[in-house]
């Protein structure tokens, strides 16, 4: 039993040494707090603050603290063991790929450009945008080819009506001509009209 809890606990102490990133992590953030809190000195702190200066002093002052507890940070949140984990895998990568071996997992390709990896995951959003304009695409053809048949109807009826007018219109020069013959003849006739022309 001890000796299956061995490597774990070599595991262990091995993610719990710092590496290369815990190290320069620590390095990066020492520089921004020092150039941070040489300009936040609790009196500046104070007077961006008053309210809280003068009600809470010891909040502000406990706040302030707490700025300058990075160390307290990094354990909380098991930092150096997820440092040096991921110098783990990305040293295992690399000797992978110098052995020929095939990544265990899915893996993004390392010679995309920072660009190009975030316009692939802008893709999905471009697809459903896509989709989203076929739909609306669909629905305007649509509308329009149902436009197109009521416009065919209603030209059909025009067309009809017109043609129903032009014959109308010829009917009534039909009746004038028929009434213009009878008049010229009354008139030669005698004077006068026959009523019963028209009933």
């Not at 000195?41 to 603050?49: Q, R």
């Not at 305007?140 to 416009?151: A, G, H, R, Y």
């Amino acid at each position: 039993m001890s000796k299956r809890r061995q490597p774990q606990q070599m595991q262990s102490d091995k993610l719990q040494q710092e590496g290369s990133r815990v190290k320069r992590l620590k390095g990066a953030f020492q520089r921004g707090l020092v150039n941070t809190l040489k300009d936040s000195s609790y009196p500046k702190l104070a007077s961006a603050f008053p309210a809280l200066a003068e009600k809470a002093p010891d909040n502000l002052q406990a706040a302030h603290e707490q700025t300058q507890e990075f160390d307290a940070i990094i354990e909380k949140y098991d930092v150096v063991a997820k440092l040096n984990e991921l110098d783990t895998l990305i040293n295992e990568a690399i000797e992978n790929k110098r052995n020929g071996r095939a990544p265990s997992g899915p893996t993004v390709g390392t010679h995309l450009s920072p660009a190009v990896r975030v316009r692939s995951k802008a893709v999905e959003a471009r697809l459903q945008e896509k989709a989203r304009l076929l739909e609306e695409l669909d629905k305007v053809e649509s509308d329009n080819k149902n436009l197109k048949v009521e416009l065919k109807a209603k030209k059909q009826r025009q067309r009809g009506l017109e043609t129903d007018l032009i014959n109308m219109v010829k009917e009534l020069q039909q009746v004038e001509e028929f009434l213009q013959q009878k008049l010229i003849e009354s008139v030669s006739f005698g004077g006068y009209l026959d009523c019963n022309l028209f009933n």
